[in-house]
């Protein structure tokens, strides 16, 4: 990020957003933190000194207080996020619009608010959190889809905004040990790839805003799955078919 600088996090009360509070916080800029749970967003705004606003993503009203908060940002960061795993048969309709509302929509929505500002100061960096599974990932449909659609808007507006001194950057991390697994219900049972920290998602995050990167996984090894599939799609099926 380029000081000074004025920052939104979404999903700054947990996990990656928490994790990215603390980084940006340390490089001198002022945050705002946005999530539902007032005593965990209380917990890092003391510690990073941020100003703490309550709103849910996936209603009208916290999303109109959400966008309100995107007036004067440098940085947007869409963090806030929800998985759900299992049976697409036996997955809720509430479910999938909570997470097509929360994932994609809110993303959407604060893009569109944070832009006339950006673009009236001539800069402005956009950051969203997608995930390796926006590659496909069988159990995980709509989540999957929320992400690939996700890493794909970015690709969108990163074309849209060429040329007038804003960034877009996406962070497909692997697994990272945070909340994540306990809200989706179903807990992270795998040996590989092994979990890492929120805290490395948050420095690869600053790193590739730092560098102007358009897109950088988490860990930078898992860009070969991406980079399979779209050579090969067939190999990737049969690998993701045989290793899940
Ligand atoms: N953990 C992983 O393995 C992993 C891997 C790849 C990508 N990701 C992505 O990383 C992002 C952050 O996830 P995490 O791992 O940090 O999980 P987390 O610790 O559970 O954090 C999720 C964040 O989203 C916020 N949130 C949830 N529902 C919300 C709503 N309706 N309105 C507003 N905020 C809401 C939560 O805030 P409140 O609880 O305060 O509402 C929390 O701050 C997500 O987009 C996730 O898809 C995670």
Redesign the pocket.
Known sequence: MRPPCQALI?????????AVADKLAAAGCRLVV????FD??DAVASRTGARAVV????TPE?LARAADETADVDLLVN?????WAGDLATMGEPDIDRLVA??LTAPMRLTRAALPGMRARGRGQLVY?????AVGVGGESVYAAT?AGLRAFADSVRLEVAGEGISVTTVL????R????D?RGLP?DRHFPR?ID?ADVASALVGALEQGEAEVFVPRWLSVAARVRGATPQLFYRFAQRFG
Do not use: E
């Open positions: 979404t999903g700054g009360s947990s996990g990656i957003g928490a946005l999530g539902r749970d965990r967003l709103a849910d993503l996936c916290g963090s806030a996020g929800v998985g929360l994932n959190v997608s995930s390796i599974a992400k991390p692997g697994a990272v945070t909340p994540f697994f809200h992270y979990q929120a």
